[in-house]
């Protein structure tokens, strides 16, 4: 099978991943609005607001670094179905936090902990795949980032594991702050403006 690397080719991947992006960001604002329409149909939990506004940031961050895409020298079937289904993961993960009812449960918090499981082993997961996308950028940009990004990325998916297990409020709530965190100074040192 042919691979190409043309601008074209680059712009339409972008824009297939830009639609499950946007669906996956719809999601989260849904949810965000849904809280704002009817404050108080359900109970909010905070952990789980945390975890919406660090998949929001997790996204808009994504969508920021794969720029880089353009960088990758040839792009076959097999690159574009990976980005795509990376692009699923944040999807389902998006999904995950704004669930249709939450009545059933009796609110956010015993929906979150009792979705636990599936939550955070996607996220693992995408942890985890977030490292070969890294390198299909090219090994120089991989290592450019240097030791804290695998490091990172291996304490995450640790962490996810831990968090599927545990229903330990305080873990869940100093997770999601000590994660919150860490993403926003990471972001801001690693990634605060684009190569021209």
């Not at 808009?60 to 980005?83: D, M, P, T």
Request: charged share 15%; glycine share 6%; with cysteine.
């Amino acid at each position: 099978m042919d691979s190409a690397h043309t601008p074209e080719v680059y712009v339409y991947i972008r824009t297939v991943m830009s639609m499950v992006i946007g669906l996956s960001l719809a999601q989260l604002l849904t949810r965000l609005a849904g809280f704002v329409q009817a404050p108080g149909k359900n109970k909010i939990y905070l952990v789980h607001i945390g975890w919406v506004l660090s998949m929001f940031l997790f996204i808009i961050h994504f969508w920021w670094w794969e720029y880089r895409l353009q960088s990758v020298a040839q792009i076959n079937f097999g690159v574009y179905l990976f980005l795509i289904c990376f692009c699923c993961l944040f999807y389902f993960l998006c999904v995950l936090l704004n669930p249709p009812s939450v009545e059933d449960y009796g609110g956010f918090e015993e929906y979150f902990i009792s979705r636990r499981h599936w939550f955070f082993g996607l996220l693992a997961v995408t942890y985890a795949v977030d490292l070969i996308d890294t390198l299909l950028k090219g090994e120089a940009y991989f290592r450019s980032l240097g030791w804290e990004y695998p490091i990172r990325n291996v304490v995450y998916v640790i962490l996810c594991i831990i968090a599927s297990i545990t229903a330990n409020r305080r873990f869940q709530a100093a997770f999601v702050i000590v994660g919150l965190i860490y993403q926003i100074t990471w972001i801001f040192r690693l990634y605060d403006v684009l190569p021209v």
